[in-house]
């Protein structure tokens, strides 16, 4: 099964930028649609961005203008580029596949904190 492993996250200023990378240690090309989702504390995981296979994207209203998913099927990575950072961003930041019967194991996820 796909391991998946975020990083990037980290402590960053409001107004200030974050890449976040997820890594999967198999190939992800056979999984039509990945996507970043978030969790902030004492709240549900939430989709915020997804990507299909061909690139088309779609993203929570929310984020929309501000992050940018993308994916590399060849190097098996998914990103997603933060910018325009708000304090309301902050979260554990996780990558999966959309579709449920893809969905493999969650990782550790990645933390952003953003501060005002």
């Known amino acids: 099964q796909v391991q998946l492993v975020e990083s990037g996250g980290g402590l960053v200023q409001a107004g200030g930028s974050l890449r976040l990378s997820c890594a999967a240690s198999g190939s992800i090309f056979s999984i039509n649609v990945m996507g970043w989702y978030r969790q902030a504390p004492g709240k549900q995981r939430e989709l915020i961005a997804a990507?299909?296979?061909?690139?088309?994207?779609n993203y929570e209203d929310s984020v929309k203008g501000r992050f940018t998913i993308s994916r590399v099927n060849t190097k098996n990575m998914v990103y997603l580029q933060m910018n325009s950072l708000k304090p309301e961003d902050t979260a554990v930041y996780y990558c999966n596949a959309v579709g449920l019967l893809e969905r493999v194991d969650w990782g550790q996820g990645t933390q952003v904190t953003v501060s005002s």
């Open positions: 990507i299909t296979r061909g690139g088309s994207t």
